[in-house]
C-alpha cells in the first residue's frame, strides 16, 4: 500500500543486513493486514551503531530488530540510556528495540519464545518437565534456548559444546541445573533423555555435518534442529528414520517466524500470526521446500 504521512516505520539493523529474512517477514505481516507502515533492512557499522540507534526516536521509528553483529552492543547502551528486561539480561543479547510514546527505548530478546512457540505449536504433546534434555552447542542461540528451557521447567540440560570452556562458562552462569559433558561423550548423553536440541551450525548448507548418533535416544524425545537451510537436516532426518522411538520432530524455520512475532506486535499493533502461507514465502526465498 501507498505510505502516508502518518505510516507506522521499524526495521532491522545489522552489518550487514541483507542476508535477514526480517524484511520478508514483516513485509508479509504488513501486506496482510494492509498496514500503513514499512520495515526496512539498516546497514549500520559498528562504529555507528550508537547514533543510529539512539536516532530512531527522532526519526520516527517504532522500533528496531537487532542482529548481528550488534545484539550486545544494544543490551549494553540501552541498559545506560533506556530500559532492557530480563529475558534480555539473561541471554546477554538485545534483538528487539521497541520506542515508546515518551521516546524511550526498552530491549528485549524474543529468541527464547520463538523457540518454544515453535515447540508449542508442532509438538504440542512434548512436556519440557518430563525429563532432561541435551544442548548441543554453548553461542548465543544456546543461551537464548537455555534460558527457554529453564523457565519451562526443564530439570536439567546437559550441555556438550566442541570447546568445553565456553560451556562450562554457561554452566557456571546458569546454575546446577547444567550439567556439561565432553563433546566425544554427546551420544552418550542421551540415555533418558527427554529431548535433544542442536543450535550449532554443524550441518546447515556448507558445514560439517554432525555426526549424532542417535541410538540411545528415548522414545517419544523432542529431537529439534535450529538450523533451517537445509530445512530437513541430517539430524531430523535420522530420527525420522527410526519410527520405532516415535520422536517429535521439529525444524528450526519455526523459531525464526515466531521470534518475529512480539516486535512486530509491539511497533505495528497487530498480533500477527504464523501459518503456512507465511512459511511458503520463506521456503521460496531459501529456495527450500517442506519437502
Excluded at 543486513?17 to 508479509?28: A, D, E, N
Excluded at 530512531?56 to 540510556?81: D, W
Excluded at 534456548?145 to 554452566?171: F, Q, W, Y
Excluded at 542421551?190 to 542417535?214: C, F, K, R, W
Aim: hydrophobic share 45%; charged share 20%.
Amino acid at each position: 500500500m501507498t505510505l502516508s504521512g502518518n505510516s507506522k516505520l521499524a526495521g532491522v539493523m545489522g552489518w550487514p543486513v541483507k542476508h535477514s529474512r526480517s524484511p520478508l517477514l514483516h513485509g508479509h505481516w504488513l501486506d496482510r493486514h494492509n498496514i500503513d507502515g514499512a520495515y526496512v533492512p539498516l546497514a549500520v557499522a559498528p562504529e555507528h551503531f550508537a547514533s543510529a540507534l539512539t536516532a530512531l526516536p527522532q526519526l520516527g521509528f517504532r522500533g528496531t530488530n537487532i542482529t548481528v553483529p550488534h545484539k550486545q552492543s544494544a543490551l549494553e547502551l540501552l541498559t545506560e540510556i533506556g530500559e532492557v528486561d530480563d529475558v534480555a539480561r539473561r541471554i546477554g543479547a538485545v534483538n528487539t528495540v521497541v520506542v515508546g510514546d515518551d521516546g524511550r527505548m526498552h530491549g528485549s530478546n524474543t529468541d527464547a519464545f520463538g523457540f518454544m512457540e515453535n515447540i508449542r505449536v508442532n509438538a504440542p504433546d512434548w512436556q519440557a518437565d518430563a525429563g532432561p534434555v541435551v544442548l548441543l552447542g554453548a553461542g548465543g542461540a544456546a543461551r537464548a534456548i537455555i534460558v527457554a528451557l529453564l523457565d519451562a521447567g526443564v530439570p536439567e540440560i546437559r550441555l556438550a559444546n566442541r570447546g568445553r570452556d565456553r560451556a562450562d562458562g554457561l554452566a557456571t552462569e546458569f546454575g546446577a541445573k547444567i550439567n556439561v559433558a565432553d563433546w566425544e561423550q554427546r551420544a552418550d548423553i542421551l540415555a533418558d533423555a527427554n529431548g535433544l536440541v542442536n543450535s550449532t551450525s554443524l550441518g546447515m548448507e556448507g558445514q560439517p555435518p554432525l555426526g549424532m548418533d542417535l541410538a540411545s535416544l528415548g522414545e517419544n524425545s523432542l529431537v529439534t534442529d535450529i538450523v533451517y537451510a537445509p530445512l530437513v537436516t541430517e539430524l531430523l532426518l535420522n530420527a525420522r528414520r527410526m519410527p520405532e522411538k516415535a520422536c517429535q520432530i521439529v525444524d528450526g524455520l519455526g523459531m525464526l517466524l515466531h521470534q518475529a512475532r512480539p516486535g512486530f506486535s509491539a511497533w505495528f499493533g497487530v498480533e500477527p500470526t504464523v501459518d503456512d502461507d507465511l512459511r511458503q514465502a520463506v521456503l521460496r526465498d531459501l529456495g527450500a521446500s517442506d519437502k
